[in-house]
């Protein structure tokens, strides 16, 4: 136990969980090394040791949390008890002051404005043209072809994104619009990998030159189809209408920069999170034969070959199963922090101001306290007539709270819609090789993902 990193002792009652001491620091260091080497273990191993544990990397006092309740309330006390963490200058770089990067107030305004574009009768707009990429990607494959299945989805993802976000006429700009975004995405990603964290912002390095000049495109782009559309005044079923209509408590619009911000923070915040899902899919039910059939069965009875509509959603609930199973083995968003404000606690006990509050995805979502056999993929455990639900909390792909993920309807409809259309057609037949799963920005999978495509019987 260690009073350090809770106040036990200088603020506050000493109740509360009892918090244990994190595997062993180095100087200076702290956990550092141990963290850097393999996350995704090193808070396995944490949660193991206890439900609040605390450690240190370098100079951040830390506290890692597993309990749901625990987790529940670092979710819901940010940006009341805790502080949402800062991104950095390469996310504000390409997201702007976009909800995503912004704190209280100015918050508070922006997801106000932006939910009604993402509010679920909204969602149900989008979902034809979800559907119909899809289905135009299921028209061009072929049984027996070989495909990387990480690339197929993430170009499938890609198109959805900017067709929902800028309209179907945008069509012969995607590649250049969903190119540029992906430039800046993955440069921020290398922003938090190697040396580059320790290299200020002013250091060019290639990187960072091809970062800057996907953000010019990026902003060219934006700009000009938002243009577009203001002088055309048309009212269209995407988000950029949506975003262009939307007005404050004031009565004011969002300025062409506001636009331009919440629409990369859209597209940046739903197209590798959603594509990299779906692909976890594919490699989930490759290897798991039984659920497989069990899909098809579904698909068969309810769809009989035809693509589905949003209609159809409710009547695929195994197909709905399957996509919140793999979130759960294979969560996008694999970590969360908060930082402690003067006055914050956890479980009834003080948390020292600037503490980091830390929990994971990845480690929760395996505990065997909520998920038995925590490692294998069985979407019937989401089957509500089944086994008990997990407690709150327990399962938090999409955060929680004041702050949770926006587009989380809009994220769920795309997977359901894409799965079941693609899925009837088509067996995707992964190696039977185990692929592993490796941190970045977002969890991808840590080695190729080549597959050959069956006709689905
Ligand atoms: C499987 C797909 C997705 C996952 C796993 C996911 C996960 C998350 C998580 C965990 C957060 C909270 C982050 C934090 O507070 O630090 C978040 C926030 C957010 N997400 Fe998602 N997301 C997904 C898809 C989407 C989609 C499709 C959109 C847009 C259409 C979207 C838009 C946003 C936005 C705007 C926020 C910021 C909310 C705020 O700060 O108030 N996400 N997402």
């Given at each position: 136990?260690?009073?350090?990193?809770?106040?036990?002792?200088?603020?506050?009652?000493?109740?509360?969980?009892?918090?244990?001491?994190?595997?062993?620091?180095?100087?200076?260091?702290?956990?550092?090394?141990?963290?850097?080497?393999?996350?995704?273990?090193?808070?396995?191993?944490?949660?193991?040791?206890?439900?609040?544990?605390?450690?240190?990397?370098?100079?951040?006092?830390?506290?890692?949390?597993?309990?749901?309740?625990?987790?529940g309330e670092l979710?819901?006390?940010?940006?009341?008890?805790?502080?949402?963490?800062?991104?950095?200058?390469?996310?504000?770089?390409?997201?702007?002051?976009?909800?995503?990067?912004?704190?209280?107030?100015?918050?508070?305004?922006?997801?106000?404005?932006?939910?009604?574009?993402?509010?679920?009768?909204?969602?149900?707009?989008?979902?034809?043209?979800?559907?119909?990429?899809?289905?135009?990607?299921?028209?061009t494959w072929q049984?027996?072809?070989?495909?990387?299945?990480?690339?197929?989805?993430?170009?499938?993802?890609?198109?959805?994104?900017?067709?929902?976000?800028?309209?179907?006429?945008?069509?012969?700009?995607?590649?250049?619009?969903?190119?540029?975004?992906?430039?800046?995405?993955?440069?921020?990603?290398?922003?938090?990998?190697?040396?580059?964290?320790?290299?200020?912002?002013?250091?060019?390095?290639?990187?960072?030159?091809?970062?800057?000049?996907?953000?010019?495109?990026?902003?060219?782009?934006?700009?000009?189809?938002?243009?577009?559309?203001?002088?055309?005044?048309?009212?269209?079923?995407?988000?950029?209408?949506?975003?262009?209509?939307?007005?404050?408590?004031?009565?004011?619009?969002?300025?062409?920069?506001?636009?331009?911000?919440?629409?990369?923070?859209?597209?940046?915040?739903?197209?590798?999170?959603?594509?990299?899902?779906?692909?976890?899919?594919?490699?989930?039910?490759?290897?798991?034969?039984?659920?497989?059939?069990?899909?098809?069965?579904?698909?068969?009875?309810?769809?009989?070959?035809?693509?589905?509509?949003?209609?159809?959603?409710r009547l695929l609930?195994?197909?709905?199963?399957?996509?919140?199973?793999?979130?759960?083995?294979?969560?996008?968003?694999?970590?969360?922090?908060?930082?402690?404000?003067?006055?914050?606690?956890?479980?009834?006990?003080?948390?020292?101001?600037?503490?980091?509050?830390?929990?994971?995805?990845?480690?929760?979502?395996?505990?065997?306290?909520?998920?038995?056999?925590?490692?294998?993929?069985?979407?019937?455990?989401?089957?509500?007539?089944?086994?008990?639900?997990?407690?709150?909390?327990?399962?938090?792909?999409?955060?929680?709270?004041?702050?949770?993920?926006?587009?989380?309807?809009?994220?769920?409809?795309?997977?359901?819609?894409?799965?079941?259309?693609?899925?009837?057609?088509?067996?995707?037949?992964?190696?039977?090789?185990?692929?592993?799963?490796?941190?970045?920005?977002?969890?991808?999978?840590?080695?190729?993902?080549?597959?050959?495509?069956?006709?689905?019987?």
């Amino acid at each position: 136990m260690t009073a350090e990193a809770t106040g036990r002792g200088t603020a506050g009652a000493p109740s509360g969980p009892s918090v244990v001491t994190g595997p062993r620091r180095l100087p200076w260091l702290g956990n550092l090394p141990q963290f850097a080497r393999d996350p995704l273990d090193f808070f396995v191993r944490l949660r193991e040791r206890g439900d609040v544990v605390a450690w240190r990397l370098g100079p951040q006092r830390a506290l890692f949390v597993s309990r749901p309740e625990h987790i529940g309330e670092l979710l819901t006390g940010i940006e009341t008890v805790f502080r949402h963490p800062e991104l950095g200058w390469a996310f504000t770089l390409v997201l702007g002051d976009g909800v995503v990067t912004s704190e209280g107030a100015a918050w508070r305004r922006k997801r106000a404005l932006v939910q009604p574009a993402v509010r679920p009768r909204q969602v149900r707009t989008y979902a034809a043209t979800m559907a119909a990429c899809a289905a135009g990607l299921a028209a061009t494959w072929q049984a027996g072809q070989r495909i990387d299945v990480r690339r197929e989805m993430l170009a499938l993802t890609q198109r959805i994104a900017v067709r929902t976000l800028f309209g179907v006429d945008t069509a012969g700009r995607e590649e250049v619009i969903g190119a540029a975004m992906d430039v800046a995405q993955r440069a921020i990603g290398d922003e938090f990998r190697g040396v580059t964290l320790f290299l200020p912002p002013w250091v060019p390095t290639p990187g960072r030159r091809r970062l800057r000049h996907a953000v010019r495109v990026i902003d060219a782009e934006v700009g000009r189809v938002t243009g577009e559309r203001r002088r055309s005044g048309a009212d269209r079923d995407d988000l950029l209408s949506r975003l262009l209509a939307a007005r404050d408590e004031q009565g004011l619009p969002l300025s062409d920069k506001e636009v331009r911000d919440e629409a990369v923070t859209l597209y940046i915040g739903g197209h590798e999170t959603t594509g990299t899902t779906l692909t976890w899919v594919w490699y989930l039910l490759s290897h798991n034969p039984g659920a497989r059939a069990r899909l098809g069965e579904e698909l068969k009875r309810v769809l009989g070959g035809r693509t589905p509509e949003f209609d159809d959603l409710r009547l695929l609930p195994y197909t709905e199963q399957v996509v919140k199973e793999t979130l759960r083995l294979y969560p996008p968003v694999w970590l969360m922090t908060g930082v402690a404000k003067e006055g914050s606690t956890l479980g009834g006990r003080a948390v020292p101001e600037g503490t980091v509050v830390w929990s994971s995805q990845w480690s929760a979502h395996r505990d065997p306290r909520w998920f038995p056999e925590p490692d294998t993929f069985r979407p019937e455990r989401w089957d509500p007539r089944g086994e008990p639900a997990a407690p709150d909390h327990a399962w938090f792909p999409f955060g929680g709270g004041a702050r949770a993920c926006l587009g989380a309807r809009f994220a769920m409809v795309e997977a359901v819609l894409v799965l079941a259309t693609l899925a009837q057609r088509f067996h995707v037949d992964l190696g039977p090789g185990e692929v592993p799963a490796e941190p970045r920005l977002t969890l991808q999978p840590g080695a190729p993902m080549g597959a050959v495509l069956r006709a689905a019987t």
